[in-house]
């Protein structure tokens, strides 16, 4: 839908196609003296007319254009790239609160979180819902994951902290008792109450058990959300994001960004995925979400998506779906994960979803789970063709050496997670759960490459401290922390710098479909594109992650600037 709508837009600008030829209107802005980064190679000069990249040159064409320009920029030989796609986000999911505003770095060890939540049980009222994360099992040995752990900072303030990864819940006694969670309540179908040797809830939850307790959290109103949504989008320019997959939505967030819209507030390029389901509950409001959402698609907004999960994490929860068993874990934790899905309901949705023109985005962090989602995607195109959306399999932290070639057989986009490609904490975990060869092989980006799929990243924030993109490309990059380590995570997978540049850009445009007007500095795309302070080949691959745009430029209006200190 947001390629039709970008389609209709370039026809009407007609705009030249050869860079040689004259624009047919004065230019509004003329960039020159810079190093420009384009398929073609770098180049000088830029002219941007009516918000599209009208021309681009060498030095000398630059003195020839200028007498058109109505306005000058000298780079200065700064660097000028294509702005950056983050394909798996969820800013509105924060904007709502979804991990609450009792926040726990990543990094915090016991007495550090507890001294946090404690900090917010303070400042509440009486019986308010103490809710945040992010909590790490490995950072927490030697203090129990309990209820009561929690009960003693909290004894009546219901209180619900996600982890890292946030497909579990750490509660106290009051939100369990709310929630209605006894020792006799079951497993809901594909989650698990974690539950101690005499079958007590422990108080952690996981998967779909966690909706017992969302569902009890009051919600926030929709002018809060919006509100809310706002700095984000100005942080997210701030690093040269120009778009983005917002990877989980409901209707009343499809309002939000449709408004915002309207407002002209919301200058990014953003489609949305419809929730399939929430904390592993069906969302009820699902097909009818889906009947309406060309009521909130805009031109820059395309909710032609819906999310699926189709497994948890490869942790100690045992909640990724994997081919074969895991080595370590929870001892009341499913062998080989859990799939999410009835494999003949999701082909059957997927076929169609497909014909409706609806692009699927999977969760699947496990092997099992990849290929599942693989299964469906082929369902669909064995019923309706190849000509359907491009679905996209994101996280695909383990995938068969099998199903590699699949994603280009099926016109399926592989999405990997760059926060985990830069070792943190919960690669521990993943490790202990996983072990090795298979880890050897974690996030085959490479293999990805190798095998032709159309490679897209993306950084699930805030499950990470921050989108950062150039942290990502640095670490798809060494497989090593920001700045090198000892250390490394899957170094057989690494890639060059192009590849990862690719991924953040121009792959990211050929899987929203609109390859054709942005995803890279061509004549007639979208002036969408970021002013950098380095040189990014021009710099030690450890210092990619240092990398600051001086500007951020979206349809030729500049959305951010970096302010000089």
């Known amino acids: 839908m947001l390629a039709v709508v970008m389609g209709l837009l370039l026809s009407a600008a007609a705009i030249p196609a050869d860079a040689n030829v004259k624009a047919e209107r004065q230019s509004d802005i003329l960039f020159e003296n810079g190093q420009i980064y384009t398929p073609d190679g770098w180049q000088s000069a830029m002219e941007v007319t009516s918000g599209r990249i009208s021309?681009?040159?060498?030095?000398?064409?630059?003195?020839?254009?200028?007498?058109?320009?109505?306005?000058?920029?000298?780079?200065k030989q700064k660097t000028v790239f294509p702005g950056l796609y983050d394909m798996h986000v969820h800013p509105v999911l924060q904007a709502k609160g979804g991990e609450g505003g009792c926040r726990i770095p990543q990094d915090a060890k016991a007495q550090k979180l507890l001294e946090l939540v404690a900090a917010c049980v303070k400042t509440a009222k009486p019986g308010e819902w103490i809710t945040g994360g992010q909590w790490?099992?490995?950072?927490?040995?030697?203090?129990?994951?309990?209820?009561?752990?929690?009960?003693?900072?909290?004894?009546?303030?219901?209180?619900m902290l996600y982890d890292v990864s946030g497909h579990s819940l750490w509660v106290n006694s009051s939100a369990m008792t709310l929630a209605g969670i006894t020792n006799t309540t079951p497993n809901p179908d594909g989650g698990i109450i974690e539950r101690d040797a005499a079958g007590s809830p422990t108080g952690v939850l996981r998967e779909t058990a966690n909706h017992l307790v969302v569902a009890k959290v009051p919600p926030q109103a929709i002018e809060k959300t919006e509100e809310n949504l706002q700095p984000l989008l100005g942080w997210f320019s701030s690093f040269g994001i120009v778009g983005y997959l917002e990877a989980m939505a409901f209707r009343d967030d499809l309002e939000v960004y449709a408004q915002l819209a309207d407002k002209g507030v919301l200058k990014h390029r953003v489609q949305a995925c419809i929730a399939y389901s929430a904390a592993g509950h069906p969302n009820v409001d699902l097909d009818a979400t889906i009947a309406d959402r060309t009521k909130y698609a805009r031109a820059n907004f395309d909710p032609n998506c819906i999310k699926v999960f189709a497994d948890g994490v490869p942790t100690?929860?045992?909640?990724?779906?994997?081919?074969?068993?895991?080595?370590?874990?929870?001892?009341?934790?499913?062998?080989?994960?859990?799939?999410?899905?009835?494999?003949?309901?999701m082909g059957a949705n997927v076929t169609k979803w497909d014909k409706q023109g609806i692009t699927v985005m999977f969760h699947a962090a496990g092997d099992g789970a990849v290929r599942a989602s693989l299964d469906a995607v082929a369902e669909a195109r064995k019923a309706n063709g190849m000509t359907g959306p491009m679905h996209q399999i994101g996280h695909s932290t383990?995938?068969?050496?099998?199903?590699?070639?699949?994603?280009?057989?099926?016109?399926?986009?592989?999405?990997?997670?760059?926060?985990?490609?830069?070792?943190?904490?919960?690669?521990?975990?993943?490790?202990?759960?996983?072990?090795?060869?298979?880890?050897?092989?974690v996030w085959p980006i490479r293999e990805g490459f190798d095998a032709g799929a159309l490679v897209i990243a993306g950084s699930d924030w805030a499950v990470v401290p921050t989108p950062n993109p150039w942290i990502g490309i640095e670490t798809a990059i060494t497989r090593r922390n920001p700045g090198g380590s000892v250390r490394s995570f899957g170094l057989g997978q690494a890639i060059n710098l192009r590849q990862a540049i690719d991924m953040f850009t121009i792959n990211a445009a050929r899987r929203l479909g609109i390859a054709e007007n942005a995803g890279s500095?061509?004549?007639?795309?979208?002036?969408?594109?970021?002013?950098?302070?380095?040189?990014?080949?021009?710099?030690?691959?450890?210092?990619?992650h240092k990398v600051q745009p001086f500007e951020t430029w979206i349809a030729g209006q500049k959305v951010f600037e970096r302010v000089k200190p």
């Open 398 to 441: 383990f995938i068969d050496p099998e199903d590699l070639p699949r994603f280009k057989v099926l016109n399926a986009a592989v999405e990997f997670s760059p926060y985990l490609w830069d070792p943190q904490p919960i690669n521990d975990d993943i490790t202990k759960a996983v072990g090795f060869p298979r880890m050897d092989r």
């Open 316 to 345: 100690e929860s045992h909640t990724g779906a994997m081919l074969e068993k895991y080595q370590a874990g929870q001892p009341n934790a499913p062998e080989r994960g859990l799939l999410l899905f009835n494999p003949a309901q």
């Open 55 to 75: 021309r681009i040159g060498s030095a000398r064409s630059a003195k020839r254009w200028r007498k058109e320009a109505k306005t000058v920029v000298d780079l």
């Open 521 to 544: 500095i061509s004549v007639g795309k979208y002036a969408d594109f970021i002013i950098l302070d380095q040189n990014p080949f021009q710099i030690p691959v450890t210092e990619l």
């Open 136 to 159: 790490q099992a490995s950072l927490l040995e030697g203090t129990p994951i309990r209820a009561s752990t929690l009960d003693a900072i909290s004894p009546d303030n219901p209180v």
